[in-house]
């Protein structure tokens, strides 16, 4: 009975994790400005997956898997951006946020140095 009643914890925590995670459906490969390039002129590399606040898009610096840009657009073509935008330094670290409406930064942008200190708020 105590084994059962361990496998089904195990298997409850499994199956809710799995609900909580995305997988990512799309690649993308991106030169420094972000315009979509071939595989081996890449520096990013994007990640997809749509959700149900529109497709979110993860880059990646190639070389080093350290994320430098999370943002949704309106769909797969990358064309519009649409809500959370997240831009990172090559530390990782945290360099500017905001939200995008159909390609226009909308409400308050705040920035960041190096430091972690916030540099910028705009309206």
């Keep these: 009975?105590?084994?059962?009643?361990?496998?089904?914890?195990?298997?409850?925590?499994?199956?809710?994790?799995?609900?909580?995670?995305?997988e990512y459906t799309n690649e993308?490969?991106?030169?420094?400005?972000?315009?979509?390039?071939?595989k081996p002129a890449a520096i990013f590399i994007g990640k997809g997956y749509q959700d149900t606040a529109g497709f979110k898009v993860d880059f990646f610096v190639i070389t080093t898997n350290e994320m430098a840009l999370s943002c949704y657009f309106t769909d797969s073509s990358l064309a519009i951006?649409?809500?959370?935008?997240?831009?990172?330094?090559?530390?990782?670290k945290l360099q500017s946020q905001g939200t995008y409406y159909n390609n226009q930064k909308q409400g308050v942008w705040q920035?960041?140095?190096?430091?972690?200190?916030?540099?910028?708020?705009?309206?």
Excluded: P
């Design 1 to 22: 009975m105590f084994k059962r009643k361990n496998l089904l914890i195990v298997g409850l925590l499994l199956m809710s994790a799995t609900c909580f995670s995305q």
């Design 111 to 123: 920035d960041w140095d190096l430091d972690g200190q916030k540099t910028d708020s705009a309206f």
């Design 28 to 38: 993308y490969f991106m030169d420094q400005s972000f315009a979509g390039v071939s």
């Design 81 to 92: 951006l649409e809500g959370s935008y997240q831009q990172y330094y090559i530390t990782a």
